[in-house]
C-alpha cells in the first residue's frame, strides 16, 4: 500500500465525519464486539465504503469503522479485523492502522481470541500481552520501501507492548478479581489450527497464547511509535497432552463470557 493510499482513505474519513479526531483506536477480535454497545457512536461507516480498505470475510467480523466517545475519550473502533488467511497481503492487514494513526490516535488497543498453551489458564482467562513471537509469520508489513514520513527502517521492538499500561492492567484485574495474566503471544497464519505436535513447539519456545492476527497491526504501531495495549481472551485450552476438538461455537461462547471483563479493563485504562 503506498502512502498516496493511506492518505486518500483519511482524507475520505476525514470528509465524512467532519474531521472527527480520535485519540485512542480499538481493534475488536473474535466474538468481542460487545464493546462498541458502551461507544457513543456519531460515526460509522462500512469498510466496503472507505477507498483502497480491504473487506471482512470472517463471519463474526462485521466490518464497520466506528467514530465515537468512549468514557469522555474519543475513540475510532475497528469493528472487525483482517487476517493474512483471508488472502490479504501484511500490508493490505495492517492498512487501518497507516490511517487511524493519519487521523490522529496516539494509542492502539488491540484484543483477539486465542488458545492458551500456559497450563495455569483457564478457558476464559485473559491475557495482558507483554510480548510477541512472530517467526511463523510468512511476512513482515514492513517489507518493501520503507514510509519514512511515518516510522524509521528498522524500528525498535524490546518493547512491543507499553509497559506502565500492562502493569495497569494487571492491577485493574487484581482488584476487581478477573483473572488475568501477563504473557507471550505468538502469531501463526491459519486458518487451520495446530497439531499437538506444533502446540508442543509453541510452548517450549515461550509462548503462552496462540492466535491468528494482532503481531502485523502492532508491529506496524510499534514503526509509526505508538503504544499499544494487547489483550487475549483464552477462549480454548491447546495443551497438547489434554487436547480437545476445537469447536467455533465454544470458542465464541468463551469470547462472549469473557468479553465483559476486557470491555471493562478497556474502559478503566481510558478513562
Do not use: W
Amino acid at each position: 500500500m503506498t502512502l498516496q493510499q493511506i492518505q486518500e482513505a483519511t482524507q475520505f474519513l476525514q470528509q465524512h465525519t467532519q474531521h472527527f479526531t480520535p485519540t485512542t483506536g480499538i481493534i475488536l477480535g473474535t466474538g468481542l464486539g460487545a464493546l462498541v454497545q458502551d461507544i457513543d457512536v456519531a460515526y460509522s461507516i462500512d469498510y466496503e465504503n472507505i477507498p483502497h480498505f480491504p473487506v471482512s470475510t470472517v463471519e463474526s467480523h462485521k466490518g464497520r469503522l466506528l467514530f465515537g466517545t468512549l468514557v469522555g475519550k474519543q475513540v475510532i473502533c475497528m469493528q472487525g479485523r483482517f487476517h493474512y488467511y483471508e488472502g490479504y497481503s501484511m500490508q493490505q492487514v495492517t492498512f487501518p492502522i497507516r490511517v487511524m494513526k493519519l487521523l490522529g490516535i496516539q494509542q492502539l488497543i488491540v484484543s483477539n481470541a486465542a488458545g492458551g498453551l500456559n497450563e495455569n489458564y483457564q478457558v476464559s482467562d485473559l491475557m495482558i500481552i507483554n510480548d510477541h513471537i512472530s517467526l511463523f509469520l510468512p511476512g513482515n508489513p514492513l517489507i518493501g520501501p520503507n514510509l519514512s514520513t511515518l516510522g524509521d527502517r528498522f524500528p525498535d521492538m524490546s518493547e512491543p507492548y507499553e509497559a506502565k499500561f500492562v502493569e495497569k492492567a494487571l492491577q485493574i484485574a487484581q482488584s476487581n478479581g478477573i483473572r488475568a495474566h501477563a504473557g507471550v503471544y505468538v502469531s501463526v497464519t491459519g486458518p487451520q489450527l495446530e497439531t499437538k505436535a506444533e502446540y508442543r513447539m509453541l510452548r517450549l519456545l515461550g509462548a503462552d497464547a496462540v492466535g491468528m492476527s494482532t503481531v502485523p497491526e502492532v508491529i506496524v504501531a510499534r514503526h509509526m511509535d505508538l503504544p499499544v495495549v494487547g489483550i487475549s481472551v483464552i477462549t480454548d485450552m491447546c495443551i497438547p497432552e489434554q487436547l480437545e476438538k476445537a469447536e467455533i461455537q465454544k470458542i465464541l461462547a468463551a469470547a462472549y463470557k469473557a468479553e465483559p471483563h476486557m470491555t471493562f479493563i478497556i474502559k478503566e485504562l481510558l478513562a
